[in-house]
């Protein structure tokens, strides 16, 4: 089955068309080799980053922005997303804190965006 792309590795934005003969992934579009290898990601297994946030209490701000300290399955973006959801941190936090250590079993950290302090 082919499967069509548009590469964001690089500003090139190639429009990338992927499919399997055999046991080989063929990548058409590329203009380099990191679309190439975008390409072959994204059709076997595409990951994202995750950025959102989180409820903070004991700070002036009412959420905490997180990001992922490496790219996640985009099959189990939802799944993070709700963990997320349900929880709630305690003031004071630092940029660059694990919030959730190997979320949903992804060996991905979820961390602090932006140090919050606490208010007294």
């Given amino acids: 089955m082919k499967k069509e792309f548009t590469c964001i590795v690089c500003p090139m934005s190639c429009h990338l068309t992927v499919y399997q003969e055999g046991d080989n992934i ?9 679309g190439k290898v975008f390409g072959e990601n994204e059709y076997v297994n595409p ?13 002036h ?12 399955p985009k099959s189990k973006i939802f799944e993070c997303v ?15 804190d694990i ?7 992804t060996n991905v950290d979820i961390v602090a965006s932006r140090s919050i302090a606490k208010i007294s």
């Fill in 47 to 59: 990951k994202r980053m995750l950025t959102t946030t989180v409820k903070i209490d004991g700070s």
């Fill in 61 to 72: 701000l009412k959420r905490l922005p997180v990001i992922s300290n490496d790219e996640i």
């Fill in 82 to 96: 709700n963990e997320l959801y349900k929880m709630t941190v305690r003031a004071p936090i630092n940029r660059g």
């Fill in 99 to 105: 919030i959730i250590k190997d979320i949903c079993n």
């Fill in 26 to 34: 063929i990548v058409e579009g590329n203009t380099c080799n990191r």
